[in-house]
């Protein structure tokens, strides 16, 4: 079994910055994409950006420039830098990662989620 673990989410005043963290851990072979994603009361999950194995970052519209996706492959862990916020950023961010297994299987896991607000 694989666990993802988020970590940095809090209370952050508008045009503040936080980190995201989110460490996989458990039957891990390897990781291909690890990714942020968002979900805001009332909306749809949406993607935040992904990194691959390779290391090259995707973001979505709305948050390049301000929002930086990087990983330790070592630690199997994906982090999101998040600047200049906006009330609009408040959601609870989730991290999820393609992991091949040692048992051959290849499946997504989900973290637990940590919440973001952006508020004065």
């Known amino acids: 079994q694989v666990q993802l673990v988020e970590s940095g989410g809090g209370l952050v005043q508008p045009g503040g910055s936080l980190r995201l963290s989110c460490a996989a851990s458990?039957?891990?072979?390897?990781?291909?994409?690890m990714g942020w994603y968002r979900q805001a009361p009332g909306k749809q999950r949406e993607l935040v950006g992904y990194?691959?194995?390779?290391?090259?970052?995707n973001y979505a519209d709305s948050v390049k420039g301000r929002f930086t996706i990087s990983s330790d492959t070592a630690k199997n862990t994906v982090y999101l830098q998040m600047n200049s916020l906006t009330p609009e950023n408040t959601a609870v961010y989730y991290c999820?990662?393609?992991?091949?297994?040692?048992?051959?299987?290849?499946?997504?896991?989900w973290g637990q989620g940590t919440q973001v607000t952006v508020s004065s």
């Open positions: 458990g039957s891990i072979f390897g990781i291909n994409d």
């Open positions: 990194i691959t194995s390779a290391g090259n970052s």
């Open positions: 999820n990662a393609d992991v091949i297994s040692y048992s051959g299987t290849r499946a997504t896991y």
